[in-house]
C-alpha cells in the first residue's frame, strides 16, 4: 500500500499533468528534460508543502494523495502560482493541467484503487494547461474554508468519460491566475451518441492501452471475445476516451437486435443522420456523406452479421481516409487490415491460495463483483471470513463480467456463501439481470443460447465433445477423443480452430504449443447438451482411453532420458487425468492409470495425493490383472515409505515382488526387492536391506547380461545401495565407486533427475570423508539438475548437505527451509538425518542462543526455495 504516513480510507486526491508534453519533447527534447526536472521539483515541494503524499508518478503526471480536501487545494493553488512564475525556457513553456477529487478507496502495493481514483483521472483529462478543477464531493470540503483571495468558479454540470452520472465541476481561481479557458473537454463538447453507464467502469487499463495502440496503427480494430466477457462496454470506453482525437464525431452503431445485412445499413444511416434516397446505394451514399471527416465508428455486436458488417467496413475504409471503425464481435471480421484484440477475462485471485478482504481487492473481477453485489445490498460487505467464497464464485465464473454481475445481484436474497455452493446449478442460479437489458443478457443460459445458435452442426457436436475434457487439451487429444465414423481428426482441429474464432474456445499459447480450454461455464453449458444428445458415454470413453494410454507412454520415459519432456507433456493435463481417476477408480482403467502416473506424483512432489489414488485404486480393483496391481503395489509402497509409514511399505512392497516372481517379471521382481531393502535402511536395519538389494542387484545384472534390461533406472538404483552398505561400514572407497557406478548407470539411461540422488550421495560420503571441496563440488552440480526438474525433495536433500558444512546462521537457516520443504511434501526425516541435524544444531548452539536459533530456523521455513538456493551457494 501507499507509505504509512499516507492517507487511507477517505482520501482527496490531487492528478496533474502538463499540456502538451508529448509535442515539447518531440521537438526540443534537451530543453524539456531540464524543464521537467524543475517541474518534478517544484511539484513535490508544493506537495510536501501541504503534506501531501506522491504515490505514483507516470511520465510527467503525478499522482498524489492527502488526507484532507484543504490541503490538497493548497497544494494545487501553490504549485500553479510557482508554475506560472518560473521562467520557463521559451521552446519548452510548462502549462500543467490539475484536477480534485475526494471519495473512499481502497489502498495496497503502493496505490490506491477504487472509483474515486478513474474520476479524478477523468476530470483531469477535461481540464487544459494552467487549469485546476474541482469535483462537487471536493468542494464540498473546502467551500468553507478557502484561503484569501481564492475562488470557486461553477463551471456547471459535464458529462466526463467515465461515462458515469454528470459532474458539478469548479474551477479554482485567483487573481494570480489565468481565468479564461476554453470550453472543458468533456463528452458534451464533442458530437457523440454515446450512452450514459449507469455502473462504474472497472479494471481494464491495460486493455484500454493496447487497443488505443491497435487505433493508432491500424483503422479497424476488432474486439472479440466470449458473450458477456464486456466487449460493448470496454469499446465503448475507449470511444469516449478519444474523443478528442476525432473532431467530426464519435458515433455508436449498436446491431445487436438487427436482423440482416439491410437493416444493418439503414441503422447505421440513422446513426450519422442521413436519410435515404431513392434507387441510392444506401453504402455507397453513407461513405460519400463521411468523405474527408474524422470520425470514430463503433460497429457493435456484429457477430450474426459478420460477413455483411466486413462488406460494410471495407467499403468504408476504403473510400472514407480518415475514418477509423472499432468493432464488437465474437469472431473477427476477416478482412485485410484488421487488426483483432481478444478481450480477456478480468483479473482472478488464485483459488488455491489464501485470501483475505484487504488482498482481494487487487483483482479487477473481485473488485466488479463487489461494486455490483453493494448496489444489489448495500450492507454486503467483503470480510475476512467470506473472502474465499468471494473469490471462489469469481473463479468459477471464469472472471466474466456479465456472469459475474448477474451472481453480485443474488446477494440481495442469499449469502455468498450460498452462492458459491450453489453455482454447480449456475443456469438457474444466474437469473434476473436487468429488464432493460436484451434478453439473451438477463440469464447466463440465454447468453451461451445466443452464441451456440449461431453454430454450424458440426461446430456444436464438437464443443458438445470438448467439454469431457477437464482443465484444457491439445490438438493430438482432442483429434483421438472428438473423431468419429462421420469426422476425422484433422476435421476436429480445424471446427476447434472456427471455435477459437468465435470465442468458444481459448488459445493458450506457450514454449511447448498451443492448448485449449473452454471457460467453465461454457464447458456446463456444452456437457449439458451433450447429456442431452445420449452420447456422452462413447466421448468419455474416447477420454479415458486416450489419458490411461498417454500415462502409459509416459512411463518408460519418465525412468529414462526424456524424463524432462514427459514430465512438461504431463503437467498440463493434470485434471484430466484426475477427471479420469474419478470417473474409472473402480475400473482397470483406473488402476492402470495409477501405476503409471506413480513416478510422476514421486518427481512432482505430490507423494499424499498419488498414495490416497493408489490406495483407493488397488481397494476397489482386488482381482484386476495380477501385472497392473503389482505395479500400482511397487509405486504405493514407495511413496509410503517415503512419508515414514514403514510397516504399510514392506506389506504392499512384498505382495508386489510376490506377484511379479509368480509372473516370472524379473524386472518388477528387482524393482519391488530394491524397494524393500530401501524400507529396511530406513529402519536401519541394514543388515537385512543388503540382503534385499543384493538379491535385485544380481537379477538387474543378469538382465542386463543378457541385453534385455531396457530400464537402467533400477540399476542405477541398486549400484547406489549397495554403496550405501559399504558406507555404513566405513568402506569409503568401495562406497565412492558404487556410487559413481550409479550415476554413470542413471546419467547413460539419460535419467538426470533420479543421477541427482547419486550426487547427494556422492557429496554425503566426501563429508563423512572430510573432502569439503568434493562434497560441495557434489552438491552444486546435483541441486542445478533437482532445480530444473523441480523435484523439491531431492532440494531439501541438498540444503540439509550445505547446511552440514555452513557456519552456525547459515547452517541453522537452511535446516529450517529444509523442515519446511518436508512438510509440505509429507516426508519425514529418517533416523540418521535426523541424527546428522542434531549435530548441526548442536554445533550451532556453540555460537547462538536459544533464541537466536529459532529465529534463524523461522526465518529458513519462511524463505522461499530460491532464497534459500542461493544462500546455500554462499557456503565455501
Not at 475526494?102 to 481514483?117: H, L, M, Q
Request: charged fraction near 20%.
Amino acid at each position: 500500500m501507499p507509505p504509512e504516513s499516507a492517507p487511507a480510507g477517505t482520501v482527496t486526491f490531487l492528478f496533474t499533468d502538463i499540456e502538451g508534453s508529448t509535442k515539447l519533447w518531440e521537438s526540443h527534447p534537451e530543453s524539456m528534460r531540464v524543464s521537467l526536472a524543475r517541474h518534478d521539483a517544484l511539484m513535490r515541494e508544493a506537495i510536501r508543502n501541504a503534506n501531501g503524499t506522491v504515490f505514483k508518478t507516470i511520465g510527467d503526471a503525478f499522482c498524489a494523495s492527502f488526507a484532507t480536501a484543504p490541503e490538497g487545494l493548497a497544494a494545487a493553488l501553490s504549485a500553479q502560482l510557482v508554475l506560472i512564475n518560473e521562467p520557463w525556457p521559451e521552446e519548452t513553456p510548462i502549462k500543467v493541467r490539475m484536477a480534485l477529487h475526494t471519495g473512499a478507496v481502497e489502498s495496497r502495493d503502493n496505490d490506491y484503487f477504487g472509483p474515486p481514483v478513474n474520476r479524478v483521472a477523468r476530470l483531469l483529462s477535461a481540464a487544459h494547461g494552467g487549469q485546476s478543477l474541482l469535483s462537487q464531493a471536493t468542494f464540498e470540503l473546502v467551500r468553507d474554508s478557502l484561503p484569501s483571495g481564492v475562488g470557486l468558479k461553477d463551471l456547471g454540470s459535464f458529462q466526463l468519460k467515465d461515462l458515469a452520472r454528470p459532474e458539478q465541476v469548479y474551477q479554482l481561481s485567483h487573481p494570480d491566475l489565468r481565468a479564461d479557458f476554453p470550453p472543458l473537454r468533456s463528452l458534451s463538447s464533442h458530437p457523440n451518441n454515446l450512452p450514459l453507464q449507469l455502473t462504474s467502469f472497472i479494471g481494464r487499463e491495460t486493455e484500454i492501452d493496447r487497443i488505443k495502440a491497435l487505433l493508432d496503427t491500424s483503422r479497424l480494430v476488432t474486439l472479440t471475445g466470449a458473450g458477456g466477457s464486456g466487449k460493448t462496454r470496454l469499446g465503448i470506453q475507449i470511444a469516449a476516451d478519444l474523443l478528442e482525437s476525432f473532431s467530426d464525431g464519435v458515433w455508436l452503431v449498436e446491431l445487436a437486435s438487427i436482423p440482416d445485412a439491410e437493416s444493418l445499413v439503414r441503422t447505421l444511416a440513422n446513426v450519422l443522420n442521413l436519410a435515404e434516397v431513392p434507387e441510392t446505394n444506401l453504402t455507397a451514399a453513407i461513405a460519400i456523406h463521411i468523405g474527408n471527416r474524422t470520425q470514430l465508428l463503433i460497429l457493435d455486436n456484429c457477430e450474426h452479421l459478420v460477413e455483411p458488417s466486413a462488406i460494410v467496413a471495407d467499403t468504408l475504409l476504403k473510400s472514407c481516409p480518415n475514418l477509423r471503425i472499432l468493432v464488437t464481435s465474437r469472431e473477427a471480421l476477416g478482412i485485410p487490415g484488421e487488426s483483432a484484440y481478444r478481450v480477456p477475462p478480468l483479473a482472478l485471485p488464485d483459488r488455491r491460495a489464501a485470501h483475505s478482504s484487504a488482498s482481494l481487492t487487487q483483482f479487477a473481477a473481485v473488485r466488479l463483483f463487489i461494486d455490483r453485489a453493494v448496489l444489489a445490498e448495500p450492507r454486503f460487505t467483503v470480510t475476512n471470513e467470506n473472502a474465499p467464497a468471494v473469490a471462489s464464485v469469481c473463479c468459477q465464473l471464469d472472471g466474466i463480467p456479465l456472469a459475474i454481475e448477474l451472481a453480485a445481484a443474488r446477494v440481495r436474497s442469499m449469502p455468498i456463501e450460498q452462492i458459491e455452493a450453489r453455482l454447480d446449478q449456475r443456469f438457474l442460479l444466474l437469473t434476473g439481470g436487468s429488464r432493460i437489458a436484451l434478453p439473451r443478457q438477463q440469464t447466463l443460459r440465454a447468453l451461451i443460447d445466443w452464441s451456440y445458435d449461431l453454430l454450424e452442426a458440426r461446430e456444436k457436436a464438437v464443443l458438445q465433445r470438448l467439454s469431457v475434457f477437464a482443465g484444457g487439451f491439445d490438438l493430438e487429444a482432442c483429434e483421438f477423443v472428438c473423431a468419429d465414423d462421420q469426422m476425422e481428426g484433422w476435421e476436429v482441429s480445424e471446427l476447434v480452430f472456427s471455435l477459437a474464432d468465435k470465442s468458444l474456445v481459448v488459445v493458450h499459447e506457450s514454449p511447448r504449443g498451443h492448448r485449449y480450454s473452454l471457460l467453465e461455464s461454457i464447458r456446463e453449458y456444452a456437457r449439458d447438451r451433450l447429456t442431452t444428445s445420449g452420447n456422452q458415454g462413447q466421448y468419455f470413453e474416447r477420454h479415458t482411453e486416450y489419458f490411461v494410454a498417454l500415462a502409459a507412454a509416459a512411463m518408460p520415459g519418465l525412468r529414462g532420458s526424456s524424463q524432462k519432456e514427459w514430465l512438461q507433456k504431463l503437467d498440463p493435463d493434470n485434471d484430466n487425468f484426475l477427471a479420469v481417476l474419478h470417473r474409472a477408480l473402480d475400473t482397470p482403467h483406473g488402476l492402470a492409470l495409477t501405476g503409471c502416473l506413480w513416478w510422476y506424483w514421486y518427481f512432482r512432489g505430490r507423494l499424499t495425493e498419488g498414495r490416497a489414488w493408489l490406495t483407493a485404486a488397488l481397494t476397489h480393483n482386488p482381482d484386476a490383472d495380477p501385472e497392473l496391481r503389482a505395479r500400482s503395489l511397487n509405486g504405493a509402497g514407495v511413496l509410503a515409505e517415503y512419508q515414514g509409514d514403514f510397516d504399510s511399505a514392506l506389506e504392499l512392497l512384498n505382495e508386489s515382488a510376490e506377484i511379479s516372481r509368480s509372473l516370472g517379471d524379473r524386472w518388477a521382481l528387482a524393482m519391488a526387492l530394491n524397494n524393500v531393502g530401501n524400507v529396511y535402511a530406513s529402519k536401519t536395519d541394514f543388515e537385512t536391506a543388503s540382503t534385499f538389494w543384493g538379491e535385485a542387484h544380481t537379477i538387474f545384472r543378469d538382465l542386463d547380461a543378457e541385453g534385455v534390461l531396457t530400464d537402467l533406472g533400477g540399476l542405477g538404483a541398486s549400484f547406489d545401495n549397495l554403496g550405501n552398505v559399504a558406507s555404513i561400514s566405513g568402506r569409503i572407497d568401495e562406497a565412492r565407486d558404487y556410487y559413481q557406478q550409479g550415476l554413470e548407470v542413471r546419467r547413460k539411461a539419460g535419467n538426470l533427475a533420479l543421477a541427482a540422488y547419486s550426487l547427494v550421495n556422492l557429496g554425503t560420503l566426501e563429508v563423512q570423508a572430510g573432502n569439503r571441496e568434493a562434497a560441495l563440488d557434489h552438491y552444486v552440480n546435483g541441486l542445478e539438475s533437482s532445480l530444473e526438474f523441480q523435484d523439491n525433495f531431492a532440494v531439501s536433500y541438498f540444503l540439509f548437505g550445505f547446511a552440514a558444512l555452513a557456519e552456525a546462521i547459515v547452517a541453522t537457516t537452511l535446516l529450517g527451509q529444509c523442515e519446511a520443504l518436508r512438510e509440505d511434501l509429507g516426508i519425514p526425516l529418517g533416523k540418521l538425518e535426523s541424527e546428522t541435524q542434531d549435530e548441526i544444531l548442536a554445533r550451532a548452539r556453540d555460537h547462538l542462543t536459544e533464541e537466536e536459533v529459532d529465529a534463524l530456523w523461522e526465518k529458513g521455513r519462511a524463505m522461499s526455495v530460491e532464497e534459500a538456493v542461493q544462500l546455500a551457494l554462499q557456503v565455501r
